[in-house]
T-cell receptor, first 113, second 114 residues
């Protein structure tokens, strides 16, 4: 069974610091990787997608992928209180990608003012 | 610009009752999905429709049925609700099957089975 593992937290980070969120996955054939942000009582919102080894930057967010280690991470620079949320790592269920995502249980991030 | 619309937003049912959760997307996406989210369990895929006219089981399909009514609409039916089906249900859509297609989520339906 394919699995996506995340530390549930809470992860507490001071405002202005870098928040580092980590995720490991079990299926070596996975090709698409996503980070979603979910505020309490709200729906998941796509933050980043990454498909190739290395780093991908978008504003204050950087996604990092290492397929050899089956590891994907999300860095949030200059953390703001509005970044406090649960961050979900998701991986495509098969190589094709049409059959949905497998989600981790999420990391609860708290940015302390 | 509605995106993915789910109805109802909240529902309380008694054990054994049936109901259908509705989902519609206006983004001309080919693929649609139903997930449930429970505390401590994360999001789990119930059923999906890779394209109009097809449906397939996900991780947790027992107790549910789906219908892909047309390209826009994908409904989820509980024939005989059980307390274990108390959950938040999310519908999602993506442009097409294949590498690199993120999913866009609706606001969810919060369902309680008494």
């Amino acid at each position: 069974q394919k699995e996506v593992e995340q530390n549930s937290g809470p992860l507490s980070v001071p405002e202005g610091a870098i928040a580092s969120l980590n995720c490991t996955y079990s299926d070596r054939v996975s090709q698409s990787f996503f980070w979603y942000r979910q505020y309490s009582g709200k729906s998941p919102e796509l933050i980043m997608s990454i498909y190739s080894n290395g780093d991908k930057e978008d504003g204050r967010f950087t996604a990092q992928l290492n397929k050899a280690s089956q590891y994907v991470s999300l860095l949030i620079r200059d953390s703001q209180p509005s970044d406090s949320a649960t961050y979900l790592c998701a991986v495509n269920r098969s190589g094709g990608g049409a059959d949905g995502l497998t989600f981790g249980k999420g990391t609860h991030l708290i940015i302390q003012p | 610009n509605a995106g993915v619309t789910q109805t109802p937003k909240f529902q309380v049912l008694k054990t054994g009752q049936s109901m259908t959760l509705q989902c519609a997307q206006d983004m001309n996406h080919n693929s649609m999905y139903w997930y449930r989210q429970d505390p401590g369990m994360g999001l789990r895929l119930i059923y999906y429709s890779a394209s109009e006219g097809t449906t397939d089981k996900g991780e947790v399909p027992n107790g549910y049925n789906v219908s892909r009514l047309n390209k826009r609409e994908f409904s989820l039916r509980l024939e005989s609700a059980a307390p274990s089906q108390t959950s938040v249900y999310f519908c999602a859509s993506s442009p097409a099957g294949g590498l690199g297609q993120p999913q866009h989520f609706g606001d969810g339906t919060r369902l309680s089975i008494l």
